[in-house]
């Protein structure tokens, strides 16, 4: 497991970076097919999807550097701000990228007077396609988003090839509740962690691929914004409930902590579990109101759109 997929005189392309592309690539392409075969425009959602990810990429940096503030805080400026702009040195969090991604579609529909919810729809399995790069991208750099350390069977022994992972786990930590370097061992002449750990880069895989086997479910209802906010509450539940809980977070509450070589790898609860429940909440919350509203009579209009009688009307008054 190497971080690096080319180097070519010394500049290096990261796999996470190769991974992550492919994803979004695939994603747009199924994006661009839904939308052609709804009546939609294509080169319109095209256009709001590159703005979204131009945002949704400064979103998913600026909430990584506000929530790990202590990687920076010690560093000189001016080196410090080109550290925070250095996205080759990894680090972003997806829900900063959701959030920038979705201010920048709120922004986009409203000036080009599109549906909202119609056209987010369409995004959804592109969404789980970059979580499926991007965590297989975790997988190759070793150190991101690793497990507890755990005594259950499904503890994963990390390979003595993974030199990424092993250098980055046996620096010795600050805090006691996230230091690896205590399960670390000399063999062949190099550093090894040797427990076995919660594998939550591949949690994080089988997550992305259930939302998107289901995003093509969700995206059968006629109802706009059905699909979306289906999106937003199962990878939030399924983030925080099956990936969070047995990842090597810090704690926002000290609450449940139970990790060692006889212990299940648990903790509760990290700050990505406290901002889950708000997100969980409001989606239930607006899944209750779409599921007590009719289904929509589509009508054709000029070009071959397809909309709501809702949607012709108010397009006719403008």
């Known amino acids: 497991m190497d971080p690096i997929f080319l180097n070519i005189g010394g500049f290096t392309i990261a796999w996470y ?137 499904v503890g994963f022994r990390w390979p003595d090839s993974a030199r990424a992972f092993h250098d980055g786990m046996c620096i010795p930590n600050p805090d006691p509740t996230m230091d690896l370097s205590q399960y670390c061992q000399t063999i062949a002449g190099q550093q090894v962690m040797t427990a076995p750990v919660h594998f939550t880069q591949l949690y994080g895989v089988l997550i992305g691929a259930a939302l998107l086997i289901a995003s093509f479910f969700w995206l059968r209802s006629k109802k706009p914004g059905w699909a979306f906010w289906q999106f937003w509450l199962w990878y939030s539940l399924l983030r925080a409930g099956v990936e969070e809980t047995f990842r090597l977070n810090p704690l926002m509450f000290d609450t449940y902590l139970q990790q060692g070589l006889d212990q299940p790898g648990i903790g509760l609860w990290t700050m990505t579990q406290v901002f889950s429940v708000p997100i969980v909440l409001v989606s239930l919350y607006m899944l209750w109101r779409l599921a007590a509203q009719p289904e929509p009579q589509p009508v054709p209009v000029a070009g071959g759109e397809v909309m709501t009688h809702a949607e012709a009307r108010a397009r006719g008054g403008e």
């Open 17 to 153: 970076g190769v991974l992550m592309t492919l994803g979004i690539v695939a994603g747009i392409s199924i994006g661009l097919k839904l939308a052609r075969e709804r009546g939609l425009d294509a080169d319109l959602f095209e256009r709001m999807i590159y703005t979204m990810l131009l945002w949704g990429f400064i979103g998913a940096r600026l909430v990584f550097v506000a929530t790990s503030w202590d990687l920076f805080a010690d560093t000189p400026m001016p080196q410090r701000l080109l550290d925070i702009i250095n996205l080759r040195q990894g680090g972003i969090s997806i829900h900063g990228g959701l959030l920038g991604g979705i201010l920048a579609a709120i922004w986009f529909t409203r000036k080009y007077r599109m549906n909202f919810y119609r056209y987010l729809d369409l995004a959804a399995p592109g969404v789980a396609l970059g979580i499926i790069g991007g965590r297989l991208g975790n997988i190759m750099n070793g150190t991101d988003t690793v497990g507890r350390v755990t005594g259950w069977p």
